[in-house]
Nanobody, 122 residues
Framework: QVQLVESGGGLVQPGGSLRLSCAASGSILSINAMGWYRQAPGKERELVAVIGSGGSTNYADSVKGRFTISRDNAKKTVYLQMNSLKPEDTAVYYC????????????????WGQGTQVTVSS
């Protein structure tokens, strides 16, 4: 079993910043992509940003230039630095990761975190 635990959400004023963290734990052999998704009330979950094992990144158009995704492979942790936050960034943010882990030999995994609330409001 691979678990992802997010932290860093909260309430922030428009124009402010937050940094989200997501740590993976378990019998992990390797992690491929790690990413952040978000889901606002009444809307579908959407991709925010993703980072590959080699560091390549991809962002939703709505966050380009404001958010930065990074990862620390030694710590099995992915970060999301969010700057210039807007009310429309308000959502529950979920971490996602996929890779291989030790189970019945070696097996693929795809895991989600429990989510962390980000609220942007004055």
């Amino acid at each position: 079993q691979v678990q992802l635990v997010e932290s860093g959400g909260g309430l922030v004023q428009p124009g402010g910043s937050l940094r989200l963290s997501c740590a993976a734990s378990g019998s992990i052999l390797s992690i491929n992509a790690m990413g952040w998704y978000r889901q606002a009330p009444g809307k579908e979950r959407e991709l925010v940003a993703v980072i590959g094992s080699g560091g390549s990144t991809n962002y939703a158009d709505s966050v380009k230039g404001r958010f930065t995704i990074s990862r620390d492979n030694a710590k099995k942790t992915v970060y999301l630095q969010m700057n210039s936050l807007k009310p429309e960034d308000t959502a529950v943010y979920y971490c996602n990761a996929d890779g291989m882990y030790y189970w019945r030999g070696v097996s693929p995994f795809g895991s989600w975190g429990q989510g962390t609330q980000v609220t942007v409001s004055s």
